[in-house]
């Protein structure tokens, strides 16, 4: 998993990490492996409360009540932020990450993922969660089938211009993820197989907007540049 593999070639043993958003948890044991503390923050006690008592009894492991976009959190104190596809759900981004930019340390590393905003998978999802067609898709899907919460999806254009503004430098750029509608509910494994042959081929080329999900490594070299958020207008 490319999060999975930036985080061991950039990260520095030791040290503190935080996760913004960390879903299940999936990523707080590649973290602990690495770092010495590692916070894990939402803006709701609801998606902290099972990471909470799955790790009641580590003392490296910090839960924090946090909006990463009016963060509390302190000045200059992580050496590494991961925030994987949280900012979608998010509609001021460029808040967030001006926040995320004045947590990092000078030498901080962040890892950061989140849709395509013209992905096939974005675009057929529009469509097939739409209010005129959902009740089809749970047709064929023959399971729930909830809307995914995506209010702020972005072009890699828009997401290196926010990462910019923020003061964060892109030193490593990845995008992945083919999705082809039809192909993968209906071709099984076949289908699987021809998506993984054909993304290598799409990566990198003007058709690579229709990957599903951008990724980024960027630290705040240029952060003494810009303006914190909290600094007055």
């Known amino acids: 998993m490319w999060i999975t593999d930036a985080i061991r070639r950039f990260a520095q043993r030791g040290g503190r ?20 503390e590692v916070y894990v923050a939402d803006c709701e ?11 009641a009894n580590d003392a490296a492991i ?24 949280v900012v979608e759900h998010i509609p001021d981004s460029r808040a967030a990450l001006l926040h995320i930019a004045r947590i990092l340390k000078p030498e901080g590393i962040l890892v950061l993922s989140t849709p395509q905003r013209y992905s096939f998978l974005e675009l057929t999802a529009r469509v097939a969660l739409s209010k005129w067609l959902i009740w089809f898709t749970r047709l064929v899907y023959r399971e729930p089938v909830m809307e995914m919460g995506h209010i702020n999806v972005m ?5 290196q211009a926010q990462l910019a503004a923020a003061g964060l430098r892109i030193i490593a750029r990845h995008k992945g993820g083919l999705y082809l509608p039809g192909v993968a509910e209906f071709l099984g494994t076949f289908g699987q197989r021809l998506a993984a042959r054909l993304e290598p081929l799409i990566r990198n080329t003007w058709l690579d907007g229709i990957l599903w999900t951008q990724y980024y ?12 958020p909290r600094e007055g207008s």
Do not use: M, W
């Open 17 to 36: 990490a935080i996760e913004i958003g960390p879903g299940s948890g999936i990523y707080i044991p590649r973290l602990k492996e690495i770092f010495s």
């Open 45 to 55: 006690r609801i998606y902290l409360e099972p990471i909470e008592k799955r790790h």
């Open 62 to 85: 910090h839960i924090v009540l946090d909006d990463i976009t009016a963060s509390g959190l302190p000045d200059k104190h992580f050496d590494l932020v991961l925030c994987t596809e």
């Open 155 to 159: 072009t890699a254009t828009t997401v």
């Open 217 to 228: 490594i960027a630290d705040r070299l240029r952060i003494q540049n810009c303006r914190s």
